[in-house]
């Protein structure tokens, strides 16, 4: 049974947070929010003061303290919290106090346990092969002897030598790694002991298991997305189609997105790239109605240049992209609903409404990444103060921001450096690049870094990326 008015924690910050507010208005809750000193500037704290007053908006000392998040929650008599992305989203120890507690209230994303068994590398390799889901060739569970571990990867490098790999790769990680932490490349069979022996050691000191995970390096990779949406209880799972999430920073950092993941009908494929995206989205639904999944979520693939998808993970939580996915989604004809208030409204006990037969897509959109770095400079985060920024308003334009446009922004160096996300749509590719590249060139954003300079950013450089968008 749904409840028609609850509080509802936001323990986030910035755009997100931003996002999930209006949700909470939309649906007819209340909301809560959070803030830090330094964060004192961003616009989800103004927000939260002008839509619900002095009672909305705590100050606490970091958004990682949980017990400072829960006890804000208890003062307000809050009855969910919702993480956002980032900080506690995918956390199942949290998830788990959140709604096992004395005064337990719903955690607004997967329950705990999925939490915990999909963010195990390991364990989601092994559902994956037994339901017959194409997964990167490689260990599938910790490996800890020398001996095994030169074996196998000696069969890596020997299946990448079949392929007409020239100069093939392996990857050695820390098993209980994650966020990129505890990895080498290694592209010579000679110096493999070596790298092994580094990551155990680092494994050990670091996450005090010295398991290591071996795995087939995937070059020149596409990187497809499929968004999942499940009921609480078991209930139906819908997709809301693929995106290409393959224009990436030097760190691996998501700066453009595009739904659908491919444009087979605009751009010549070597493979088939219409069966390619098919076959993502079956795999995915599969290993959700296996684990019957209740929330938002995101399975992660890989695509070689032979069309071949490995999959690469499963991310328990809101992803910054999820509008790209809705603004070429249609429900019974109509525009999708915002995946955040799908995401509230489920996790409040409301049932879905709707199945995959209601579900349509239409036209190609683009999300912009607009972050505080230089492209030039390795893309070095920026920090100093914004003194203008200006985006246009077009009916194909969604602008996500936690910016002030009335008054300067100082931007903290505690966070991530993204500032706002532009999401563009279009009939077809052709349209959306073209609306995508005068977004761009119509954006303002000025200001001057702390060494004073005047404000770079990565506007230019998304301009230029606009040019390579879904081309393998």
Same mark, same amino acid.
């Given at each position: 049974?749904?409840?028609?008015?609850?509080?509802?924690?936001?323990?986030?910050?910035?755009?997100?947070?931003?996002?999930?507010?209006?949700?909470?208005?939309?649906?007819?809750?209340?909301?809560?929010?959070?803030?830090?000193?330094?964060?004192?500037?961003?616009?989800?704290?103004?927000?939260?003061?002008?839509?619900?007053?002095?009672?909305?908006?705590?100050?606490?000392?970091? #958004?990682?303290?949980?017990?400072?998040?829960?006890?804000?929650?208890?003062?307000?008599?809050?009855?969910?919290?919702?993480?956002?992305?980032?900080?506690?989203?995918?956390?199942?120890?949290?998830?788990?106090?959140?709604?096992?507690?004395?005064?337990? %209230? =719903?955690?607004?994303?997967?329950?705990?346990?999925?939490?915990?068994? *999909?963010?195990?590398?390991?364990?989601?390799?092994?559902?994956?092969?037994?339901?017959?889901?194409?997964?990167?060739?490689?260990?599938?569970?910790?490996?800890?002897?020398? %001996?095994?571990?030169?074996?196998?990867?000696?069969?890596?490098?020997?299946?990448?030598?079949? @392929?007409?790999?020239?100069?093939?790769?392996?990857?050695?990680?820390?098993?209980?790694?994650?966020?990129? %932490?505890?990895?080498?490349?290694?592209?010579?069979?000679?110096?493999?002991?070596?790298?092994? =022996?580094?990551?155990?050691?680092?494994?050990?000191?670091?996450?005090?298991?010295?398991?290591?995970?071996?795995? @087939?390096?995937?070059?020149?990779?596409?990187?497809?997305?499929?968004?999942?949406?499940?009921?609480?209880?078991?209930?139906?799972?819908?997709?809301?189609?693929?995106?290409?999430?393959?224009?990436?920073?030097?760190?691996?950092?998501?700066?453009?997105?595009?739904?659908?993941?491919?444009?087979?009908?605009?751009?010549?494929?070597?493979?088939?790239?219409?069966?390619?995206?098919?076959?993502?989205?079956?795999?995915?639904?599969?290993?959700?109605?296996?684990?019957?999944?209740?929330?938002?979520?995101?399975?992660?693939?890989?695509?070689?240049?032979?069309?071949?998808?490995?999959?690469?993970?499963?991310?328990?939580?809101?992803?910054?992209?999820?509008?790209?996915?809705?603004?070429?989604?249609?429900?019974?004809?109509?525009?999708?609903?915002?995946?955040?208030?799908?995401?509230? =409204?489920?996790?409040?006990?409301?049932? *879905?409404?709707?199945?995959?037969?209601?579900?349509?897509?239409?036209?190609?959109?683009?999300?912009?990444?607009?972050?505080?770095?230089?492209?030039?400079?390795?893309?070095?985060?920026?920090?100093?103060?914004?003194?203008?920024?200006?985006?246009?308003?077009?009916?194909?334009?969604?602008?996500?921001?936690?910016?002030?446009?009335?008054?300067?922004?100082?931007?903290?160096?505690?966070?991530?450096?993204?500032?706002?996300?532009?999401?563009?749509?279009?009939?077809?590719?052709?349209?959306?690049?073209?609306?995508?590249?005068?977004?761009?060139?119509?954006?303002?954003?000025?200001?001057?870094?702390?060494?004073?300079?005047?404000?770079?950013?990565?506007?230019? #450089?998304?301009? =230029?990326?606009?040019?390579?968008?879904?081309?393998?």
């Amino acid at each position: 049974m749904a409840e028609s008015k609850s509080r509802i924690l936001i323990a986030n910050r910035g755009e997100i947070a931003v996002r999930i507010l209006r949700a909470c208005r939309r649906l007819g809750h209340e909301f809560v929010c959070v803030v830090t000193e330094v964060d004192r500037d961003s616009g989800h704290a103004a927000l939260a003061l002008a839509e619900g007053g002095e009672r909305s908006l705590y100050r606490i000392s970091s #958004y990682h303290d949980a017990n400072e998040i829960l006890a804000v929650a208890d003062d307000a008599e809050c009855v969910a919290v919702h993480p956002g992305y980032g900080f506690f989203a995918e956390d199942f120890r949290f998830a788990r106090r959140v709604t096992l507690r004395g005064r337990p %209230m =719903r955690f607004i994303g997967p329950s705990w346990w999925l939490i915990r068994d *999909l963010g195990d590398k390991i364990n989601t390799k092994r559902l994956a092969r037994r339901l017959d889901v194409p997964t990167i060739p490689g260990s599938d569970r910790p490996v800890y002897d020398e %001996m095994e571990a030169e074996e196998i990867a000696a069969g890596l490098f020997a299946f990448q030598a079949k @392929q007409g790999v020239i100069n093939g790769q392996i990857l050695v990680k820390a098993s209980a790694g994650g966020g990129g %932490m505890g990895i080498e490349e290694v592209g010579d069979p000679a110096q493999f002991r070596r790298a092994f =022996r580094r990551v155990r050691s680092y494994a050990l000191r670091h996450f005090q298991d010295e398991g290591v995970l071996i795995e @087939q390096r995937i070059q020149d990779f596409n990187h497809i997305e499929v968004q999942i949406l499940g009921e609480r209880q078991g209930g139906d799972i819908v997709h809301f189609g693929t995106r290409n999430c393959s224009i990436q920073s030097p760190g691996r950092q998501k700066r453009v997105e595009v739904a659908p993941g491919f444009a087979p009908g605009e751009i010549t494929y070597v493979f088939d790239a219409a069966k390619v995206l098919e076959d993502v989205v079956a795999h995915s639904l599969a290993m959700a109605r296996e684990v019957a999944y209740d929330s938002v979520g995101t399975w992660e693939w890989i695509v070689t240049p032979r069309g071949e998808p490995f999959l690469m993970e499963v991310n328990t939580r809101i992803q910054v992209e999820n509008g790209v996915s809705t603004a070429i989604s249609r429900l019974r004809g109509e525009p999708a609903p915002d995946l955040v208030g799908e995401q509230i =409204r489920l996790a409040l006990g409301e049932s *879905l409404g709707y199945g995959q037969e209601d579900i349509s897509f239409e036209g190609v959109g683009i999300e912009y990444r607009i972050v505080a770095e230089n492209p030039e400079g390795r893309f070095a985060p920026q920090s100093g103060r914004i003194e203008r920024f200006i985006v246009p308003e077009h009916p194909w334009l969604t602008v996500h921001t936690h910016l002030p446009r009335d008054r300067a922004y100082e931007v903290p160096t505690d966070f991530d450096p993204n500032l706002a996300l532009g999401i563009v749509w279009g009939k077809d590719l052709a349209e959306a690049r073209q609306r995508g590249e005068r977004f761009l060139s119509e954006v303002t954003l000025e200001g001057l870094t702390t060494s004073g300079e005047s404000w770079r950013g990565n506007l230019s #450089y998304l301009r =230029r990326k606009t040019a390579d968008i879904l081309r393998f």
